[in-house]
């Protein structure tokens, strides 16, 4: 399985990005895809999932500004992030996940200017 992201880049503070995460591979295998978070000195953090039956969750600090959804037809998963916020500044990256394990893109930076 390979996960490309894309749509990364510097925006400012209240601006919207789009990302979006490619899966090719077994795919069928994959149950949730996933958007994680890492801003420099911190630990990795959840942003939101999507189960494959459309179940969601999402971080606390990102309700309501986030949005996670899956194009099937596509294999692809996306991430519309609006009211960006300078504290959203981080490397995004994709994650799969499926029975025998998790598989992880090479993530792509956000930047938001305040």
């Known amino acids: 399985v390979q996960l490309v992201e894309s749509g990364g880049g510097l925006v400012q503070a209240g601006g919207s990005l789009r990302l979006s995460c490619v899966v090719s591979?077994?795919?069928?295998?994959?149950?949730?895809m996933g958007w994680y978070r890492q801003a420099p000195g911190t630990q990795l953090e959840l942003v939101a999932q999507?189960?494959?039956?459309?179940?969601?969750k999402y971080a606390d600090s990102v309700k309501g500004r986030f949005t996670i959804s899956r194009d099937n037809a596509n294999n692809t998963v996306l991430l519309q992030m609006n009211s960006l916020k300078p504290e959203d500044t981080a490397v995004y990256y994709c994650?799969?996940?499926?029975?025998?394990?998790?598989?992880w893109g090479q993530g792509t930076q956000v930047t938001v200017s305040s």
């Open positions: 994650k799969g996940t499926a029975n025998v394990g998790g598989y």
């Open positions: 999507i189960a494959s039956g459309g179940s969601t």
């Open positions: 591979g077994s795919i069928f295998s994959i149950n949730t």
